[in-house]
């Protein structure tokens, strides 16, 4: 066990290179182990304990999975023979439900855990087991475990509810290998979708319209193993340039796509935020008092739910009042440990009302999400004193290098072991 000691106060500055996206990469490796042919080999895999859980549930069902010296992600499929995944590993991420569109393609039988409740609020896969069925598995929820089964899935017409990204993912590696095509409409189109979708037609799927709210996917008999790199992570990029943003730094982002993150920079530039866009790189310059603003979190265009956190942080000491409104989870528990740091904030069911006040102070706070952590280091950064950030294991699930890129670009950051 350890937790992160920030002195705040300093103003980051320097550059910073974006590492790959966790949710793209998560999608990508278990969609890899498809392949019957040929392993595949991803670049640009960030470190962190998620993708270490996903490796380590493929490598239980019989897949390989393992770095290689200059850290690309070797994943071979061809093994694959178990197609029943323990709950110990399933139950530390949601996304591990994507073995269940991967065996059923794969195996044509799935026994995967249920993921239960989160620190986010009820997060069901209700919706992904509907497709399934939908795609004539037999299903059952039996002792905590979806249990499903079907020869071959065939190719179907599915409406996605609430253009569900883990749902959009799940059925387009189910419906990679099916029988027939599958349409799916309100689809997810985020970017990590169009990563994956990228990634399945280099393996020779038929995958068409990714990015619109209409996929289709034609399935194919085979697929094979291929090189791909992932793409950068929006989300990491986000919460750097509102790490420059509460402490009135200037930082430039390396190997940034603005493009993933229009809408995120649209309302950085409304709270005051200087942002100069220059090929794949960002310098954001602060001002030294943001200003308040208003958001709702939509699915992507809209602005992504993952930024919620860190925003309220940031805006925690903007002049003024802000709204914000969180459409996709209830992720507001994170506001009491902010409070406790001095932050002026009011909850209301799916609302934040932020009041900005002029100074947060350090404090002993509790992690208890993995954005929330986010937030929680980006306030800390900017609060006067020292903030000890305890549940460091949840920040270390999603962001590489965290402590270290921000004491590159001049934070007082360290780790300290705890007993
Ligand atoms: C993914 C991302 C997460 C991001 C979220 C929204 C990964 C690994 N995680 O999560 O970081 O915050 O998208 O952009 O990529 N829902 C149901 N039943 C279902 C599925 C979803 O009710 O079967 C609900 C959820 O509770 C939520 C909404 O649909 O309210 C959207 O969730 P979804 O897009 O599926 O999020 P995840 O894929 O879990």
């Known amino acids: 066990m350890s937790r992160l000691v920030i002195e705040g106060g300093r103003p980051l500055k320097g550059e910073v290179e974006i590492s790959g996206a966790k949710n793209s990469a998560l999608a990508i490796i278990v969609a890899a182990a498809l392949a019957t042919e040929g392993k595949s080999i991803l670049e640009n895999v960030p470190r962190g304990s998620d993708i270490t859980t996903i490796c380590e549930i493929l490598k239980e069902l019989g897949a390989e999975a393992y770095f290689d010296d200059e850290h690309k992600l070797h994943i071979d499929g061809r093994g694959l023979n178990q197609s029943r995944a323990s709950y110990d590993l399933v139950r530390r991420m949601r996304a591990s439900f994507y073995a269940a569109g991967l065996l059923l393609a794969r195996l044509g039988k799935a026994e995967v855990p249920l993921p239960g409740?989160?620190?986010i609020g009820s997060r069901p896969v209700d919706f992904h087991i509907k497709g399934f069925a939908q795609m004539g598995a037999?299903?059952?929820i039996e002792h905590?475990?979806?249990k499903a089964e079907a020869d071959r899935l065939r190719g179907t017409q599915f409406y996605v509810n609430r253009a569900s990204v883990g749902t959009t993912i799940n059925l387009m590696i189910a419906a990679s290998l099916a029988e027939g095509t599958t349409i799916?409409?309100?689809a997810a189109k985020e970017p990590e979708v169009v990563d994956l979708a990228i990634f399945l037609n280099g393996m020779g799927a038929k995958v068409r319209g990714a990015g619109t709210e209409v996929i289709r996917i034609e399935g194919v008999e085979s697929l094979r193993g291929i090189e791909y790199s992932i793409i950068p992570d929006r989300i990491e990029a986000?919460?750097?340039?509102?790490?420059?943003?509460?402490?009135?730094?200037?930082?430039?982002?390396k190997g940034v796509v603005a493009e993933h993150i229009r809408v995120p920079i649209v309302k950085f530039e409304e709270?005051?935020?200087e942002i100069v866009r220059d090929n794949n790189e960002l310098l954001v310059k602060a001002p030294p008092r943001l200003r308040a603003t208003d958001v709702e979190?939509?699915?992507y265009p809209g602005f992504p739910t993952d930024l919620q956190q860190p925003f309220v942080a940031a805006l925690s000491t903007a002049d003024g009042t802000s709204v914000v409104r969180d459409t996709i989870f209830d992720r507001f528990r994170y506001v009491d440990e902010l409070r406790r740091m001095g932050a002026d904030i009011k909850t209301e069911r799916n609302t934040a009302i932020i009041r900005g006040v002029r100074q947060l102070t350090g404090a002993p706070v509790e992690i208890t999400d993995l954005r929330a952590g986010a937030a929680l280091a980006i306030a800390a950064l900017?609060?006067?004193g020292q903030t000890d950030l305890y549940g460091v294991e949840i920040l270390d699930r999603g962001y590489e290098f965290f402590e270290d890129k921000l004491r590159s670009l001049g934070a007082n950051i360290r780790r300290e072991k705890i007993d």
């Open 117 to 119: 409740g989160c620190a």
């Open 138 to 140: 037999d299903v059952v």
């Open 144 to 146: 905590g475990f979806m």
């Open 184 to 186: 799916l409409e309100n």
């Open 238 to 253: 986000g919460t750097f340039m509102l790490a420059a943003a509460i402490t009135g730094g200037e930082v430039r982002l």
């Open 271 to 273: 709270a005051g935020l």
């Open 297 to 299: 979190t939509m699915p």
């Open 382 to 384: 900017a609060a006067e």
